[in-house]
């Protein structure tokens, strides 16, 4: 969690509160990191951390963006902005989706 917040805070990003939220909880099996944060003006903000070696595509996009939606219906409450923290060859297109859509895009190396 310690390299989590530090990762953040370089990108200046600070929270009031960063809750984890397992993906078993939304009705996935992927292996991603998801956290809830609540950031100083009060309003809610989603962290996705994806790590892996194989290429996300367009079609895993849409997952995780469909993700989005079932956390703010299990939150019961409008996610303001939307991170993505990626650790893994990423598709143009599906980095397209994500930046149209209104993602905030890291790639980490």
């Known amino acids: 969690m310690k390299n989590i917040i530090d990762l953040l805070q370089e990108k200046n990003l600070l929270f009031k509160s960063l809750k984890p ?20 003006k ?9 790590k892996k070696k ?11 963006m469909e993700l989005h939606t079932k956390l703010e219906s299990y939150q019961d409450t409008a996610i ?4 993505i923290f990626i650790e893994a060859p990423l598709c ?9 859509k209104g993602w905030k895009v890291t790639e980490l190396s």
């Open 92 to 100: 143009s297109k599906a980095k397209a989706l994500f930046v149209e």
């Open 54 to 64: 194989s290429r996300i595509l367009r079609k895993e996009a849409e997952d995780i």
């Open 80 to 83: 303001k902005k939307k991170f």
């Open 42 to 50: 009060k309003y809610y903000n989603c962290i996705f951390f994806i």
């Open 21 to 40: 939220i397992e993906p078993k909880v939304l009705g996935s099996r992927k292996k991603i990191e998801i956290y809830l944060g609540v950031d100083l």
